[in-house]
């Protein structure tokens, strides 16, 4: 028996060159998985129907089309012929097996952030996710754009690679939530504004960014165009279920929360929660609003009150947690109109989760809309019941239109 239990110790697997006991690395592999739903590597990494991180579908940036790879570990399509150096690379400074630059759509500038141990976790759980044969060519991006030598120079402008330092005036609390935001959440690769580089613009962290045909709204303590008036329990409750009293996520959101945010840990919420709420906005007033005697106004009203006021009340109240509020929200307030008018044009469909398991829908207007009849309900949503926001016009729902029917 001692023989045996001996020969099974020196059986055990070998990670990162140092023998560990399988208790150990089953630990390690289980945290692996919680930093992937963390990163939520699988929105990304697999393709809607497809095998698990065996590729995901392209993602439309600005500069063309991007799609994510296999992360799995074959050996000849995926990342099974790796080695943790090459790993830890791709994901902590863009530089994957062979010097191979990625493109910052595999969001490293937020994954330079953290710690060393948790990207050894995430490592260990990827050597035991089923390999998949699925060659991918992740770039598509036309020339100049796809000589990936130009990210040496992005990486230089935008690039400063810094593990995440705990602030000691802060609680552990706090910390713990500035840490997952800025790292492994990467929660600013879509809600902060994009140079034309496409680097994150820092002095406007969080005020809302474009992208993929959507506007990730501000999450910032922003009273007028975030989610100053959200309590923690507001955060949590969105994050886990995808809905609260003000807001129902849809789009990418909704994708995030089924993905992701349902399945972390309460504490990780809790703690996310308390960090954006010390997160400053612009400090700048909300605007005045649109006059309601305005022509947009008179015509919005109408046909917000024939459309709409059955499911969100003409008060624009909405159903807790099955019609979304229209007064007061960041996404209403907010100064990019994209994603409601993409949601009027196309319709919704809500995340659904364990402790939310109806997913209410809204349907498509688009084809009884016209451009004006769409910016002219917008601006009056976007201008009542407190709401201030500039007008939406035809030409915005015009160029939205074309774009999605590309």
């Not at 940036?61 to 830890?88: C, H, Q």
């Not at 996310?272 to 309601?292: F, H, N, R, S």
Request: charged share 15%; aromatic share 8%; with cysteine.
């Amino acid at each position: 028996m001692k023989k045996a239990a001996l020969l099974a110790g020196l059986a055990a697997a070998t990670l990162f060159g140092a023998k560990v006991l399988a208790s150990d690395l089953f630990d390690r592999i289980n945290a692996g998985r919680y930093q992937a739903i963390l990163a939520d590597c699988a929105a990304c990494h697999t393709k809607p129907g497809g095998k698990p991180f065996a590729g995901g579908a392209p993602l439309q940036t600005p500069f063309g089309a991007l799609v994510p790879s296999n992360i799995t570990p074959d050996l000849e399509t995926g990342i099974g012929s790796w080695t943790y150096a090459d790993f830890r690379s791709a994901v902590k400074t863009g530089v994957g097996k062979d010097g191979k630059r990625l493109y910052p759509a595999m969001p490293y500038p937020a994954y330079a952030t953290m710690k060393d141990s948790d990207v050894a976790d995430l490592w260990a759980y990827f050597q035991k996710v089923e390999p998949v044969s699925n060659r991918v060519v992740s770039n598509q991006l036309p020339f100049p754009f796809n000589i990936r030598a130009a990210m040496i120079g992005w990486n230089l402008l935008n690039f400063s690679p810094k593990e995440f330092q705990a602030d000691a005036s802060k609680s552990a609390e706090w910390n713990r939530g500035a840490y997952l935001v800025n790292g492994a959440g990467h929660c600013g690769t879509c809600h902060t504004p994009k140079s034309l580089t496409g680097a994150d613009k820092g002095d406007e962290f969080l005020r809302g960014g474009n992208l993929q045909s959507w506007f990730a709204p501000n999450i910032t303590s922003d009273p007028h165009k975030g989610i100053g008036s959200w309590s923690s329990d507001d955060i949590v409750a969105y994050l886990k279920t995808g809905a609260n009293r003000f807001d129902i996520a849809s789009g990418p959101m909704a994708e995030a929360i089924n993905h992701s945010t349902r399945l972390w840990d309460d504490a990780d919420l809790t703690a996310v929660a308390t960090y954006l709420k010390d997160v400053k906005g612009d400090g700048a007033p909300a605007p005045t609003p649109v006059a309601v005697t305005d022509a947009a106004m008179t015509a919005g009203k109408a046909i917000y009150l024939d459309r709409c006021s059955a499911c969100h009340i003409s008060s624009g109240a909405g159903q807790p947690s099955l019609f979304p509020t229209l007064a007061k929200t960041p996404t209403v307030n907010g100064t990019d109109p994209t994603s409601l008018i993409r949601v009027v044009l196309e319709g919704s469909q809500a995340a659904s989760t364990a402790a939310k398991p109806t997913t209410p829908a809204m349907p498509s207007f688009g084809w009884n809309l016209s451009d004006a009849d769409v910016a002219n309900v917008l601006t009056y949503v976007r201008n009542s019941w407190g709401n201030a926001a500039p007008p939406v016009t035809a030409g915005q729902v015009k160029d939205l239109r074309a774009a999605l029917t590309r």
